[in-house]
T-cell receptor, first 117, second 111 residues
Framework: DAGVTQSPTHLIKTRGQQVTLRCSPK?????VSWYQQALGQGPQFIFQ???????QRGNFPDRFSGHQFPNYSSELNVNALLLGDSALYLC????????????????FGSGTQLSVL | GDSVTQMEGPVTLSEEAFLTINCTYT??????LFWYVQYPGEGLQLLLK?????DKGSNKGFEATYRKETTSFHLEKGSVQVSDSAVYFC??????????FGRGTSLIVHP
């Protein structure tokens, strides 16, 4: 049973460019959340997708957007990249909850390391 | 808002030493508390959790007790192994329903 898979594993972009990161959830999961982990910091919640809609959002600007597909996979898009967007981007999958709560059923991928030059 | 404060690392220990990683929190309501572990090149894995005051979470020899009076959730292990070397994150899920992580504490265990 494949866990959460993310692609690509590493990415290098320049300021002002746009980037798309991809995530396939663990088999049987229908909810995907995205996190940004800056170097030396803990993960910060970006947003959560369920039924192809954004359900919860953290304190991130509109440059960060997402999408969820009918097969539950998800994309994270970041426009107008800044140097400060350099980070490890983590995807986590889970089963739907009536409200969002971090639970033992949250499974993380290994992340995409984004470097903005 | 909700916040988690962890002791700064790295924590460097010899094999079989006793481990404590301190974690304190600020939250509204009655949060659930978690410890996650991140091995090099991997995503976060849930290590243990506690959902109410005085609960003790435990897994793989690690333990943490939910102390509401001191707003703490310190991680302990009686005898660490080299394979325990990783980054440990304390986290909470509180009234805002948005998860909050600490900055992480790196543990290095020498043979």
């Amino acid at each position: 049973d494949a866990g959460v898979t993310q692609s690509p594993t590493h990415l290098i972009k320049t300021r002002g460019q746009q980037v798309t990161l991809r995530c396939s959830p663990k088999s049987g999961h229908d909810t995907v959340s995205w996190y940004q982990q800056a170097l030396g910091q803990g993960p910060q919640f970006i947003f959560q997708y369920y039924e192809e809609e954004e359900r919860q959002r953290g304190n991130f600007p509109d440059r960060f957007s997402g999408h969820q597909f009918p097969n539950y996979s998800s994309e994270l898009n970041v426009n107008a990249l800044l140097l400060g967007d350099s980070a490890l981007y983590l995807c986590a999958s889970s089963l739907r909850a009536t409200n969002y709560r971090l639970s033992e059923k949250l499974f993380f991928g290994s992340g995409t390391q984004l470097s903005v030059l | 808002g909700d916040s988690v404060t962890q002791m700064e690392g790295p924590v460097t220990l010899s094999e079989e030493a006793f481990l404590t990683i301190n974690c304190t929190y600020t939250a509204t309501g009655y949060p659930s508390l978690f410890w996650y572990v991140q091995y090099p090149g991997e995503g976060l894995q849930l290590l243990l959790k506690a959902t109410k005051a005085d609960d003790k979470g435990s897994n793989k020899g690690f333990e943490a007790t939910y102390r509401k009076e001191t707003t703490s959730f310190h991680l302990e292990k009686g005898s660490v192994q080299v394979s325990d070397s990783a980054v440990y994150f304390c986290a909470l899920s509180g009234g805002s329903y948005i998860p909050t992580f600490g900055r992480g504490t790196s543990l290095i265990v020498h043979p």
